[in-house]
């Protein structure tokens, strides 16, 4: 079954890190980049940027340079999200989707930043 | 950076009707790069249409996209209850990728 599967909620603290993991089945992992879309809490969607599958070359949107990584264990088919120096205002519904169109979402991972 | 604003804000239609949504861009979108997403609450968004008007696999025929250069519409031929969504428009010709603000749906 071609799908994406997003690790669980995470609740941390200001000033803590946190990893999203988002593992990739029923395709080859290398053949679509991966995105990365936040969604903050009732609010609309925001394109954070895309790691090259193939190459691990990440690109980031204006406002997700510095505490965002993106990163890849391409044998395990598993694309990573880690935000560092976690804000309040991180708090949100992370999703990793599939290629240029989003052709395909993870069911999305709740970060919740609260002291 | 495209700027996609989408009208109306919340469309309230009645199950067989038909719902037309709206999405312009700030600059023209070569080769009409523009996709539309469905959300349900509590949901991740669902791939509807991709280069304006090819829907996706599943997607209904009642699902259509048209447009071209800064105007693009998705319109729902026949509301069906389950069709009460947030609809958003993106365009990925040039980065930074953008997505409209959203169309609530209610039916």
């Known amino acids: 079954q071609v799908q994406l599967v997003q690790s669980g909620p995470e609740l941390k603290k200001p000033g803590a890190s946190v990893n999203v993991s988002c593992k990739a089945s029923?395709?080859?992992?290398?053949?679509?980049?991966m995105h990365w879309v936040r969604q903050a809490p009732g609010q609309g969607l925001e394109w954070m940027g895309w790691?090259?599958?193939?190459?691990?070359?990440?690109t980031y949107a204006q406002g997700f340079t510095g505490r965002f990584v993106f990163s890849l264990d391409t044998s395990v088919s598993t694309a990573y999200l880690q935000i560092s120096s976690l804000k309040v205002e991180d708090t949100a519904v992370y999703y990793c989707a599939r290629t240029r169109f989003l052709d395909l979402w993870g069911r999305g991972t709740l970060v919740t930043v609260s002291s | 950076e495209i700027v996609l604003t989408q009208s109306p804000g919340t469309l309230s239609l009645s199950p067989g009707e038909r719902a037309t949504l709206s999405c312009r861009a700030s600059q023209s979108i070569s080769s009409a790069y523009v996709a539309w997403y469905q959300q349900k609450p509590g949901r991740a968004p669902r791939l509807l249409m991709y280069?304006?008007?090819t829907r996706a696999t599943g997607i209904p025929d009642r699902f259509s996209g048209s447009g071209s250069g800064t105007e693009f519409t998705l319109t729902i031929s026949r509301l069906e209850p389950e069709d009460c969504a947030v609809y958003y428009c993106q365009q990925y010709d040039r980065p930074p990728q953008t997505f409209g603000q959203g169309t609530k749906v209610e039916i």
């Open positions: 029923g395709y080859s992992f290398i053949t679509h980049a």
């Open positions: 790691i090259n599958t193939k190459t691990g070359n990440p």
């Open positions: 280069v304006a008007s």
